[in-house]
């Protein structure tokens, strides 16, 4: 499956690869939260 990224979802995958290691657990553990929210929510609104 191809992906194409738009310029700012790129712009900041790049500001957070300069981030120290444990900056970026922190974001990814945001974002996995996120993520999972958004599919639970989306998954009861089909229900």
Sequence with gaps: MDT???NDT???IQ???KLPQ???K???MVVD???R???AR???AAL
């Design 33 to 35: 939260a996120l993520i």
């Design 22 to 24: 444990e900056g970026k």
């Design 10 to 12: 790129v712009k900041r």
């Design 4 to 6: 194409e990224l738009d």
């Design 37 to 39: 929210d958004f599919k």
């Design 42 to 44: 989306k998954t009861y």
């Design 26 to 28: 922190q974001i990814f």
């Design 15 to 17: 500001d957070i690869q």
